[in-house]
């Protein structure tokens, strides 16, 4: 029985070496995605850990591999298989809750106190397939995207060694998810790193914290300018008689403090289009778009 991963960023590399720790001689090829959208997506550290583990490795994405089960860990292609192999998908959430992309982002903005990984078998329509396994880990609030990303990770690790246990002994076990309980989550562009002012001010914490680091951040337009904003923090309400969401409304410990659909929002750290740290000192008549 062999097996060769595909993976992509930290819960690849995590996977990789969870794979190597317990089941090195299973394993024919990694093959390793790169995504240059993203600060640091682990391409080099995967390919570095292949070499020193002598593992068969490339960054050919449509390689073909004869080994018996394929691995997919935060791959975004498509897998041609034979039909004598057996593709097995890693999808980042609690399935069959947020099918599709994204998933992690999608359930730290809407405030879940539960993340985890679901191990399936892949069939033609993304995440629908049968349930092998599945990791989770309970979480609490303010929590950033690279943390978990880190929680998730180790997650990962956890589950790929739990399937190829599974796999060395023979017994795959699936049960097949339910379809009332199935929700999707939406894939996401450039457009979608707006900050929607017209959001309560915890989501819109939770959304800047859920799109920072590795990944673009939290964008918003004020006065002709572009500004990512990196922390905010979520601050009790006032009564506004004449409320407008995106306009500033305080300046707290030297900090803009701008008005939301329901409660305020202080804005800690704020960044130009040069990625310049910008303090607004002698600004204070700004709207938020």
């Known amino acids: 029985m062999t097996v060769s991963l595909y993976i992509l960023g930290e819960k690849g590399y995590r996977s990789l070496q969870a794979a190597v720790e317990m089941h090195s001689g299973q394993l024919d090829t990694v093959v390793i995605g790169t995504d240059q959208s993203?600060?640091?997506?682990?391409?080099?550290?995967?390919?570095?850990?292949?070499?020193?583990?002598?593992?068969?490795?490339?960054?050919?994405?449509e390689t073909s591999v004869s080994s018996d089960y394929l691995l997919a860990i935060g791959w975004r292609w498509l897998i041609k298989t034979k039909p004598s192999q057996t593709l097995i998908v890693l999808h980042d959430s609690i399935l069959p809750r947020y099918r599709g992309f994204n998933p992690l982002v999608t359930a730290l903005i809407n405030g879940d106190q539960e993340i985890g990984v679901t191990a399936l078998l892949a069939t033609e329509e993304?995440?629908?397939?049968?349930?092998?396994?599945?990791?989770?880990?309970s979480i609490t609030y303010p929590m950033t995207i690279s943390r978990a990303i880190s929680i998730i990770s180790e997650k990962y690790g956890v589950l790929v060694q739990r399937v190829l246990e599974?796999?060395?002994?023979?017994?795959?076990?699936?049960?097949?998810?339910?379809?009332?309980?199935?929700?999707?989550?939406?894939?996401?562009?450039?457009?979608?790193?707006?900050?929607?002012?017209?959001?309560?001010?915890?989501?819109?914490?939770?959304?800047?914290?859920?799109?920072?680091?590795?990944?673009?951040?939290?964008?918003?337009?004020?006065?002709?300018e572009m500004y990512?904003?990196?922390?905010?923090?979520?601050?009790?309400?006032?009564?506004?008689?004449?409320?407008?969401p995106g306009k500033v409304i305080f300046k707290r410990e030297g900090k803009l403090v701008v008005i939301c659909g329901s409660g305020l929002l202080r804005l800690d750290e704020v960044y130009d289009s040069n990625d310049v740290p910008e303090t607004f000192q002698n600004k204070f008549r700004i709207r938020f778009s």
Do not use: M
């Open 166 to 224: 599974h796999l060395k002994d023979g017994k795959l076990p699936v049960t097949p998810q339910k379809e009332e309980e199935a929700t999707y989550s939406v894939w996401r562009d450039a457009d979608d790193y707006f900050i929607d002012w017209n959001w309560d001010a915890e989501t819109i914490e939770r959304f800047v914290n859920a799109v920072g680091y590795p990944y673009l951040g939290a964008k918003a337009k004020a006065n002709g």
């Open 38 to 61: 993203i600060h640091n997506d682990f391409s080099e550290a995967s390919i570095q850990y292949c070499k020193d583990h002598n593992i068969n490795h490339t960054l050919e994405r």
């Open 126 to 137: 993304y995440d629908r397939g049968d349930i092998i396994a599945v990791e989770k880990s």
């Open 228 to 244: 990512r904003v990196a922390k905010a923090i979520a601050l009790p309400d006032v009564v506004v008689e004449n409320r407008t």
